[in-house]
Each structure stands twice: as structure tokens, then as C-alpha cells.
């Protein structure tokens, strides 16, 4: 037989007993000290709240700006597609009224700036402003008046301007659902451009080709095709 003495002995404690940190020592295998022990600490440093705090405010910035981007093209997209539908409207009202139709600049002081929005009229000769038939306010809170005619990037006369009209009047009208037409009864071949005013760099270019074809574009994606 074995004489086996096992290496350590267990010690019943009474319950008023305690492990003094030095026998806890020989116990665990690994120094203790009770008052510089800071393995338990989960506070942050001042340096690691305010990098933490630059972080966040770069990604904050960096959505922001990318959401209100995306807003203004929504807010470009949307202008420039209800121009041509109202165009196209304009057309499709004088051929069911047999008559004259007009798309003109919704302003009351002239009609020679497009930035407050257009207003379709029926010319009657009881009204020098005529039949209104429809109004499209660019200062809708969606839109909040923050699309604008690029006036600097057109010419004269461009801006659907009708040089031949009194006081080279801008307006897009037909006849009878026939092509647009000037004063003089030249056909019209013009563009607009829409620009953000947030975001300038953001334009879209509305065309009516020789053809009558509507065509939008924007010169940020393809330049040549806004020619």
C-alpha cells in the first residue's frame, strides 16, 4: 500500500473567519493588492470621450449632408417633371377647348421669370391675364422655393422667351393641340434650367427639341447630352 498525504488540507471555517489576502496569495498563485487592483475599472478617459464624441460628429455631418443632397434632387427631379407634364397639359387643354393655351411665369409684376412657378391660362379678351386654369407655386413647403432658374447659364433667348411677343414675354402656348408656337408663329425650340439653391452644382436641364420632344438632363451625370 501507498502512503498517499494529500498537499493541501482543508480547513473548515466558522463563518467569522476570513482568507487574509496573503494565504488568498499562496492559494490563486498571483499577487494581489487590494487598493491598486484596477482590473474592475470601466470608466473612459477625457481623450476617449472626445474622440468618441469627433467620430460621431463626422458621421453626423458626413449623413446629414447626403440626405439633404438627396432631398434637393428629389426637389429638382420633382419640378422639372411636373414642367413637362404641365406643358404636355397646356397642349392637351387647347385641343379639347379649340382654343389657345398658355404656359406663362406665375408672376403677377411680369411675366418674365420662371421662379416663383407657371400658371396656365386660357387668353380671353374680357381679361388681359386670361382664364386661369391651373397654377403650380414653387413655394410649396416640399419645396420651400429652393429651386430657381439658373439665369447666369441661359441666354436671352432661351427660358421659352418669345422674342417676337411685346416685351419678349416667356410663355410655351398652342393652338388648337398643335406644336408650340410664338407670337409670330415661328415654332418654339428652347430649354430651362432648373437649379437648386442649396445645392447649386445641382441643375437639371428641361429641353423641347425641334421635334417637340421633351427630353430632361442633368449635367452632373452627362454633360454632353446637355448640350
Known amino acids: 500500500m501507498y502512503n498517499y498525504k494529500a498537499r493541501f488540507e482543508l480547513i473548515p471555517l466558522t463563518p467569522h473567519q476570513k482568507i487574509k489576502p496573503k494565504k488568498l496569495n499562496d492559494f490563486i498563485g498571483r499577487s494581489y ?46 419640378v422639372a417633371y411636373a414642367f413637362i407634364q404641365d406643358a404636355q397639359l397646356t397642349r392637351q387643354l387647347s385641343r379639347q377647348l379649340n382654343t389657345k393655351v398658355s404656359l406663362q411665369p406665375a408672376n403677377e409684376r411680369g411675366s418674365q421669370n420662371w421662379s416663383n412657378g407657371w400658371v396656365i391660362i386660357q387668353p380671353t379678351d374680357s381679361s ?55 407670337h409670330n408663329g415661328g415654332f418654339v425650340a428652347s430649354r430651362i434650367i432648373w437649379q437648386h439653391k442649396g445645392h447649386p452644382e445641382l441643375m437639371r436641364h428641361v429641353i423641347l427639341g425641334p421635334g417637340g420632344r421633351w427630353r430632361i438632363c442633368d449635367p452632373g451625370k452627362d454633360s454632353q447630352k446637355c448640350l
Open 33 to 78: 493588492e487590494g487598493g491598486n487592483d484596477q482590473r474592475g475599472s470601466t470608466g473612459f478617459t477625457l481623450i476617449e470621450v472626445l474622440i468618441c464624441a469627433f467620430l460621431i460628429a463626422i458621421i453626423a455631418s458626413t449623413f446629414i449632408e447626403s440626405f439633404s443632397r438627396q432631398i434637393a434632387q428629389q426637389q429638382l427631379n420633382e
Open 128 to 182: 388681359m391675364r386670361g382664364l386661369l386654369l391651373k397654377t403650380y407655386p414653387l413655394n410649396q413647403p416640399h419645396l420651400n422655393a429652393q429651386v430657381q432658374i439658373a439665369t447666369d447659364l441661359l441666354k436671352d433667348s432661351q427660358q421659352f422667351t418669345d422674342m417676337s411677343a411685346p416685351n419678349k414675354a416667356r410663355h410655351i402656348s398652342f393652338l388648337n393641340g398643335e406644336p408650340a408656337l410664338l
